[in-house]
């Protein structure tokens, strides 16, 4: 079993619709949960990020984590063609220095017109 | 905001030569630096970490005499693929660390070995 499990999609929703995310995970050490979008061809760009239990909001996006049942997501409000991407989620265990980060499989979206 | 550089973006390269890889944070002092592999519709796969001035820590099946890192300064960390073969064709992401910065990604290098 993964430490970090992601629905690979590809999730295609309407312009408009709200995208909903999820990754499950199993260490329960993990302390710091992040979301990244990546472009075809590109590296990852950092979405949101958050260190505890419950909802994080900036602009269209919501981060959810729930600790007690190691479930994080992340809602897309008003969805965009441009938001048509693959979407990591990515956790550590925070402090140390060199602390990796180990990501999920990653989630295909695409939004259409 | 916090900005990795990484070159080349895009190489060829003929079988059995070397290509090195650079990624630098250009605002910061990366504490420590990350090198993934990434191969089509698949996520990020760690390959080894370095810290500054210190030998990099190579994850379970990289092969260290292959991917040479070298991590010079804090703001300059090198990837070198060895003897490169039609396997190592990949696309290459370094991400650089720092207490302030969280993890910045570079845009990554797509290594096409014939």
């Known amino acids: 079993q993964k430490e970090v499990e992601q629905d690979p999609g590809p999730l295609s929703v309407p312009e408009g619709a709200i995208v909903s995310l999820n990754c499950t995970y199993s260490n329960s050490a993990f302390q710091y949960f992040m979301w990244y979008r990546q472009y075809s061809r590109k590296g990852p760009e950092l979405l949101m990020y958050t260190y505890s239990s419950g909802n994080k909001e900036d602009g269209r996006f919501t981060a959810q984590v729930d600790k007690s049942s190691k479930y994080i997501s992340l809602f897309i409000r008003d969805s965009q063609p441009s938001d048509s991407a693959t979407y990591l989620c990515?956790?550590?265990?925070?402090?140390?220095?060199?602390?990796?980060?180990?990501f999920g499989g990653g989630t295909r979206v695409l939004v259409k017109p | 905001g916090a900005v990795v550089s990484q070159h080349p973006s895009w190489v060829i390269c003929k079988s059995g030569t070397s290509v090195k890889i650079e990624c630098r944070s250009l605002?910061?002092?990366?504490?420590?630096m990350f090198w993934y592999r990434q191969f089509p519709k698949q996520s990020l796969m760690l390959m080894a970490t370095s810290n500054e001035g210190s030998k990099a820590t190579y994850e379970q099946g990289v092969e260290k005499d292959k991917f040479l890192i070298n991590h010079a300064s804090l703001t300059l960390s090198t990837l070198t693929v060895t003897s490169a073969h039609p396997e190592d064709s990949s696309f290459y992401i370094c991400s650089a660390r720092s207490e302030g910065h969280g993890y910045t990604f570079g845009s990554g290098t797509r290594l096409t070995v014939v």
């Open positions: 605002d910061f002092q990366a504490t420590t």
């Open positions: 990515a956790m550590s265990v925070i402090k140390a220095a060199g602390n990796k980060l180990t």
